[in-house]
C-alpha cells in the first residue's frame, strides 16, 4: 500500500492511496475459494462448482465485496498508522479500479486540532456549600408528618369531612351507558385534594359510611378513549368506609416508617437532601464560571464538518433561534467538548462499566416501581447508554479541574443561595429572550 499526502489546508487533509493489484488479486482468490464452500448450483455438488464458473457468475459481486472490504480495512490502517485524530467519517473518492488494475483512491479527512491546554493558575471559581438550619428541617419533618398520613375508623355514624379519607365503590354511566373502566371497587380518596376528577371531592362531603351518594362528574379533557373526552359522567357511589387522619407524632417509630434509624438519622437524611437539592444547582453555576474560562483561555480551529452537523440537529429543534446564535452556540459547545475531551485524554480520565451501572441503579432507585422500564430502556437503546456514559465522563473531567483551579469557598444560607440559584435563572433567561428578540428583528428587514 502506497499512501502520499496530496492536499493540506487547515484542518482539511487529502491522502491519496494505491492499492498494489497482485494484492488484490490475492484476495479474490481468497474470496473465491470461500464462495466455492458456500455455492450450490444446478449440474455440481455442493462445494464441487470450478472457480471460473463461479467467477463467470459472481464476479462482478465478489469483487465489489473485496474492494468494499478493502477501502474500509486500508483506511482504518492509514489513519491509525500516522496516528491521525479524525472529526467526523473520511469521505472515499475512487480515482481508478477495475479487475487487473491498481486501486487507486483518495480519502478527505476532517482532523481535530491540535490543542495546547493552559494551566489552571489563572483559574478561578466559586465552591458553595449550604448551610442548614433547623428550622428548615424541622419544617421539612413536619411536611413529611403531614404527608406521610396514617388513617383511623369514623364511628358508623360520622359525617365525612374535608380532610377524610373515602373508601367506596363504583359504577358509572355515560349518557346512561356503562364504558370500559367505568367500575371501581375500594377505591380510596382523600378529600379535598381533588385527584380523582375535578369538583368529585365535594359532593362526598357530609355522607356516612353504606351511604349511597350519585356524583356527577367530568371525565378529563386526555382520556383515552376520545370520545369520553370531557363526557359529563354520572357515578354511583357506594360508601365503604371513612377513616379520618391521625397526626403523627415525630418520634423514632415516624422515623422508622420512612426507612431511618431513629429521628436523629431522619434529620440528618433531611439535611443532606436540602442540601444537595440546592448544591446540584450552584454546582451547575461553579461549572459555567469554569467552562466560560476555559472556552476564553483557548484558542482553537473547529472543525467545519462537526460545527455544521450540530446545526443541522440543532435547528430542528430550535425555530425560535437565530441561525446565527445556533451557529454561535455550536461553536462553543464543540470546542469545550474537544478541550474537556483533551484535559480526560490527557490526564488518563477514563469510564468504568461498573459506574455506567452505578449511574442506571440510581436512576433506578429514583423511580420506584419503574425499574425494569429503566433497565429496558438503557439495554434497547445504546446511544443513551453512550450519552450516559459521555455525561459521566464530563462530570469526571469537571471534578479534576475543580481540584486543581483556585476555588473561592462560600458558604451560603438558605435564603442567600435561593437569590444567587435565581439571579442565575434570570441572567440566562433574559440571554435567551435577547436572542430572540434579535431573531425577530432581522426576520422583519
Partial sequence: MKVEVQSKKGLKTTLSIIIDKAEIKKKLDIKLVEYQSQIDLKGFRKGKVPPLVIKNQFGKAIYGEVIDRILKESTTKVIQDKKLKVAGQPKIDLKTFGEGKDLNFEIQLDLLPNIKLQSFDKLIATDFSVRVEKEETDDRLKNLASEYKTFEDKQDNSKSEIGDQIIFNY?????????EGSTGKDVAIELGKDLFLKNFDKQLVGVKKKDKKKV???????????????????????????KFPKKNKLDDEFAKKLGAKNLSDLTDKIKDQISSQYLSALNSITKKEILDQLEKSHKIEIPKNLIDNEV??????????????IIKDAEKRIKLGLILNEYGEVNKIKVSEQEIKDEIQKQVKSMPGQEKLVFDYYQKNPSATQHLQSTIYEEKIIKFIKLKAKLSKKELRIKEAEKI????????????????KKKKSSSKK
Fill in 171 to 179: 359504577k358509572a354511566t355515560v349518557d346512561g351507558k356503562e364504558f
Fill in 216 to 242: 356527577t362528574a367530568f371525565l378529563p379533557q386526555n382520556h383515552p378513549k376520545k370520545e369520553l373526552a370531557n363526557k359529563e359522567t354520572i357515578f354511583e357511589c357506594e360508601i365503604q368506609n371513612i
Fill in 312 to 325: 443541522e440537529a440543532a435547528s430542528k429543534n430550535q425555530n425560535l433561534n437565530s441561525k446565527e446564535n
Fill in 421 to 436: 440559584i435565581m439571579k442565575f435563572n434570570e441572567d440566562s433567561k433574559a440571554k435567551t429572550t435577547s436572542q430572540l
